[in-house]
């Protein structure tokens, strides 16, 4: 069954330390990936996307991941954490051709000023 | 501001209640999709319109129903109400964000006592 998995439940970092979200999936084939932000109060926001290509993709807010086919991984990374990107965030993916996302558990951002 | 608009954006209700869930796509945005996330079951999906016809159908009870309007709006119908049924109910919608992307609302915190 397809799946996706965010280990850590809940992260803190420093402001202005690096930082990485781990995700990992479970499909057939490459899926469509994608990290999504969610802040109190408020929707998800799409942070990046990877469909096909470059493995390194950019995204908003100076996040980047990066898709590992051989580990089916699609990590999310900044290398300076900002106060304001206390969040939840959101691993998702959705098989090609549909629209039907499944999400990880998400992974809580503490950020100590 | 996403563009999808969700109404209301709290309420609360008793067991048995049925309560309407609204949600405005982004302009020009033809496809609505429903998300439900609680504590115990993360975000799971719901079901999918697309130009007012149902085109998919995830993990949506069977108290609960789902149309899309002439006007592409949508409703979210949940009848005879649980205490499990408390959660965020979002709302997203596709189309003009490119292919496979999903455009959140900021959601319907739906609380039952």
């Known amino acids: 069954a397809q799946s996706v998995t965010q280990p850590d439940i809940h992260i803190t970092v420093s402001e202005g330390a690096s930082l990485e979200l781990r995700c990992n999936y479970s499909?057939?084939?490459?899926?469509?990936l994608f990290w999504y932000v969610q802040s109190p109060g408020q929707g998800l926001q799409l942070l990046l996307k990877?469909?096909?290509?470059?493995?390194l993709v950019q995204g908003i807010k100076g996040f980047e991941a990066e898709f590992k086919r051989s580990q089916s991984s699609f990590n999310l990374r900044k290398p300076s954490v900002h106060w304001s990107d206390a969040a939840e965030y959101f691993c998702?993916?959705?098989?090609?051709?549909?629209?039907?996302?499944?999400f990880g558990t998400g992974t809580r951002l503490k950020v100590l000023a | 501001d996403s563009g999808v608009t969700q109404t209301p954006k709290h309420l609360i209700t008793a067991t048995g209640q049925r309560v309407t869930l609204r949600c405005s796509p982004r302009?020009?945005?033809?496809?609505v999709y429903w998300y439900q996330q609680s504590l115990d079951q993360g975000l799971q999906f719901l079901i999918q319109?697309?130009?007012?016809?149902?085109?998919a159908k995830g993990n949506i009870l069977e108290r609960f129903s789902a149309q899309q309007f002439p006007d592409l709006h949508s409703e979210l119908n949940l009848s005879s109400l649980e205490l499990g049924d408390s959660a965020l109910y979002f709302c997203?919608?596709?189309?003009?964000?490119?292919?496979?992307?999903?455009?959140f609302g900021a959601g319907s915190r739906l609380t039952v006592l």
């Open positions: 997203a919608s596709s189309g003009t964000s490119g292919a496979n992307v999903l455009t």
């Open positions: 319109y697309y130009n007012g016809e149902e085109r």
């Open positions: 302009s020009g945005d033809l496809s």
């Open positions: 998702a993916v959705s098989p090609l051709g549909t629209y039907k996302y499944i």
């Open positions: 499909y057939g084939a490459t899926p469509y």
């Open positions: 990877y469909f096909s290509g470059d493995t």
